[in-house]
């Protein structure tokens, strides 16, 4: 997605009006436009070029990030880094408006007084403007013109705008002010004609037909508006601003041994550099010598200081505590961890929530339909007998009252400021869309290694034959596996070097493949591995092999290991689950989740990690192509959501209708999902879940507000309620009313930053209408030749792309495969789909 900015946009028919246009652009697939940061997010062929060309045809400016115009060239150092989105998501509005408001105010203060002080409560003026009336509207004109030309920007926009036959907000505000302004100019020269003709009735008369202070007041609460709703909307990006101001602006890096300070784009990839105590690393990269705690909450919301060693790898950004550290660098510019979270933020906000789709069709024909609703009122006051101030009145306070802009801003102000949230706790939302319909998801499907267990195996149990000690038993298996690259091994080394044990020489080391290990440590003849390697090495007591069953059934791995041909113990591996796994599960499950656990590990072990996790379902044997499958089978349940960190888990990512991948996982499992946890903590999907559910909830409440006050206001402003109960507006208040219909919902988008994502205290079910699946019957098939959990995924695979079947529970062990249908399926038909794979089906039930 190229991104690019837009100038010159007020509401929200402006960005429909931009979108449009682009959209129209040949080779544009894509184009999505966000009010709230003034940016545009377009996919396809299409250059720069045309894609500029269309937008300023429009009406509008726009300029390709990093500061390319139609000339080309960038002006940014290095395109996305965060220096650059930190010059984008600068407030450079609201200093405008306050200027623009201090000057209008100075010259309201005195036209009011003459207007309405005056000429209402009586209030004094200079003896030369007593019973002047000509001289009062002179006045009066010459105010209101000067607080006109300080606010030209909103006739300038608003008349070109109807000019492109696309009226914007700035169009409603200039036909408002310049139509009080047109016809008290009207009334003063008609004053003047009555004067002339000593008519001192009239003059009266017309001194009350102006409403040069009403077109002042306008300009002016449109500017309070516009700078209240610019300095909120300048908040909804705190989140990712504070994260770019902790990016350094230069780093220490080594240059012939010495120590030399450069800025932070000269960096390269592979330059060796120093962090210092105190001081944020520059870019991201592995630790060469030094220890320190690094803090590395802005990046992950994790409070907690990381211990970091030579090897260890630091990112930008996060504050080196207590060490001196000298560093390689491995990413630098756009592509540190930093940049990368700022660019998945930023694209967020330049897509569009399907949900925003609402919102821009009634912008799209808002201001046109205010305009004649305006037209029409004053016709039919004009009929009804009124004057033309009265009716004129009506149909200028329809104009002023009526606020696209509260309609533009009520989703992308809350998917910003949730966006922010989720950025700030390590939760990342690539997209608008995958931020909304996180809170939709039915049913979690969770990859076991590494997501639900800590994919590092670790010892779990020490089970020394008798006569043998603890110590005895791990100093002869450390002797074996040091020279292993097995990952059971690695969990054996990591205990050995817990318990400071040193390394053991061993010669004649041989490793046989699917069974274990052998070789010759201090003239003893060591082996080690599964049961039945062992059984053939020594003999093992009932005891032992019992003890083993215990361990399997549980879901760790027994080790056997024999001296000499003595049996000697076992050591119990296991992937043990994280510490937040089973409270992260109950809490989905609390929300009304569906919990899946999906593995190619066999059977029991599947099960043995299912229970402790807690999850409702278990699906074991499955190959990487396999959980794809699964995916596509439980999307019939509803809507799915697959967790992984893996390149196996790439194509269930991929395939589910939202895709999270665990943010320590590889890069091809980062990219095909839609949300990343980057602390790859199981309790961020119940936490990215709720914020998802907040921030729509959020989002419904803006739009309601937002419909709902043009709903009372205009009919109010029209004077629908004049003959009823004597309700009139004033021009002046509905100007006032239309400020504060903007800031009102920037303001409500704000309360999400209060919101608790962690808290699960106002978890609820979702009501979810589930799906009706006509399920006539359930068959079972007989199956031989399946010998081991692989075998069940491709059975269950071959069967379940059958349109007609469900479901189908497959089984290496009984041979057996329960069919579940939504419709008559003949046998034969079930029958070849399972032989076509080179399996026996022997018979039908």
């Not at 429909?16 to 396809?44: D, F, I, W, Y």
């Not at 024999?562 to 076992?570: A, Y």
């Amino acid at each position: 997605m190229e991104q690019y900015t837009v100038t010159g946009m007020t509401c929200a028919a402006c960005s429909a009006r931009v979108e449009k246009a682009v959209s129209k652009v040949p080779g544009v697939t894509g184009c999505s436009v966000s009010l709230l940061t003034n940016s545009m997010g377009v996919e396809g062929t299409a250059s720069p070029d045309q894609i500029i060309t269309a937008v300023e045809e429009a009406g509008y400016g726009a300029a390709q990030k990093g500061g390319r115009g139609k000339s080309g060239g960038s002006t940014a150092a290095a395109s996305g880094t965060a220096f650059e989105y930190e010059e984008m998501l600068k407030d450079r509005a609201t200093p405008v408006l306050k200027k623009r408001l201090i000057a209008s105010v100075c010259l309201l203060i005195p036209l009011m007084y003459v207007s309405m002080g005056h000429m209402m409560w009586g209030w004094p003026v200079p003896a030369v403007l007593e019973g002047n009336h000509v001289a009062m509207g002179l006045i009066q004109l010459l105010f209101t013109s000067a607080i006109m030309v300080i606010n030209q920007k909103f006739f300038i926009s608003g008349f070109k705008s109807l000019i492109h036959r696309a009226p914007n907000m700035d169009t409603l505000v200039a036909l408002g002010a310049g139509a009080s302004f047109g016809y008290s100019l009207y009334a003063l020269f008609a004053m003047t004609d009555a004067q002339l003709k000593g008519n001192a009735h009239a003059v009266m008369e017309y001194m009350h037909e102006f409403y040069f202070e009403s077109a002042a007041m306008i300009l002016t609460l449109i500017t309070v508006g516009k700078m209240l709703e610019a300095y909120s909307k300048g908040r909804t990006t705190d989140a990712l601003k504070s994260l770019m101001k902790l990016a350094p602006k230069t780093a220490t890096v080594l240059r012939n041994g010495q120590e030399v300070e450069v800025g932070i784009e000269q960096v390269r990839t592979g330059d060796r550099f120093v962090v210092k105590p105190g001081e944020n690393i520059p870019v991201d990269g592995v630790v060469v010598e030094g220890s320190s705690a690094v803090n590395e909450s802005a990046l992950t919301g994790e409070s907690i200081p990381v211990d970091k060693e030579p090897g260890d790898a630091v990112s930008a950004a996060t504050l080196n505590q207590s060490g001196y550290l000298q560093c390689e660098a491995t990413r630098v510019g756009e592509d540190t961890t930093l940049s990368q979270i700022i660019q998945m933020v930023s694209d967020a906000a330049a897509t569009k929530a399907p949900i925003a789709k609402v919102a821009d069709k009634v912008s799209g024909i808002f201001v046109p339909a205010v305009i004649i609703i305006a037209l029409v009122t004053i016709g039919i006051w004009l009929l009804a007998g009124e004057t033309i101030g009265f009716a004129l009145a009506r149909g200028i306070s329809v104009l002023v009252i009526s606020c696209p802009c509260a309609l533009g801003l009520a989703t992308p102000v809350a998917i910003m400021v949730g966006n922010g949230m989720g950025a700030k706790h390590g939760i990342m939302f690539k997209t608008a869309v995958s931020l909304e319909e996180a809170g939709k998801v039915q049913v979690v499907a969770l990859d076991k290694t590494g997501t639900i267990t800590s994919g590092e195996p670790k010892v779990t149990d020490l089970f020394p034959a008798e006569g043998i000690g603890e110590e005895d038993l791990l100093y002869a298996a450390l002797a074996l596996e040091q020279k292993s690259e097995h990952p059971l091994a690695k969990a054996i080394l990591v205990l050995a070097e817990e318990r400071e044990m040193k390394k053991q020489e061993i010669s004649d080391f041989q490793a046989v493949p699917g069974n274990g290990l052998t070789g010759t440590w201090k003239e003893q003849q060591l082996a080690g591995g599964n049961l039945a390697f062992i059984r053939g090495k020594a003999e093992i007591p009932d005891a032992a092999e019992q003890k083993a069953a215990e361990f399997a059934e549980t879901g760790k791995t027994p080790l056997f290991f024999s001296r000499d041909g003595e049996f000697i113990g076992i050591i119990a591996v296991a992937d043990v689950i994280k510490e937040d796994s089973p409270k992260a599960v109950k809490e989905l499950q609390n929300m009304g989740i569906h919990v899946v656990m999906l593995t190619g590990d066999n059977e029991r072990t599947a099960r043995a990690i299912g229970a402790q996790a807690g999850v409702d379902e278990v699906i074991a044997g499955v190959l990487p192509d396999g959980k794809e499958a699964v995916i596509r089978s439980l999307k019939k349940k509803g809507k799915v959501a697959m967790v992984g960190d893996g390149i196996n888990d790439a194509p269930a990512l991929t395939r589910a209708d939202i895709g999270i991948a665990i943010g320590a996982g590889t890069d091809i499992a980062i990219d095909a999902a839609d949300v990343v946890l980057m602390k790859s903590r199981l309790s961020d999907v119940p936490a990215a879940i709720r914020l998802s559910r907040a921030t729509l909830r959020n989002i419904h409440e803006n739009l309601f507000w937002a419909f709902f006050y043009n709903v009372i206001g205009i009919p109010l402003a029209a004077g629908v309620w004049i003959p009823i109960f004597g309700w009139k507006l004033n021009p002046m208040f509905g100007a006032a009313a239309m400020s504060l219909s903007s800031f009102c919902v920037v303001s409500n988008a704000l309360r999400l930053n209060l919101f608790s994502m962690y808290s699960a205290r106002k978890d609820k079910k979702i009501k979810i209408k589930k799906k009706k699946e006509k399920q006539t019957m359930e068959k079972t098939m007989e199956i031989k030749g399946m010998m081991c959990g692989h075998c069940e995924a491709r059975v269950k695979k071959c069967l379940e792309a059958l349109p007609e079947v469900n479901e189908a529970a497959v089984s290496h062990e009984e041979g057996t495969a329960v069919v579940k249908l939504n419709a008559e399926v003949a046998d034969e038909l079930l029958k070849k789909v399972v032989e076509d794979q080179d399996y026996e089906v022997t018979a039908i039930h």
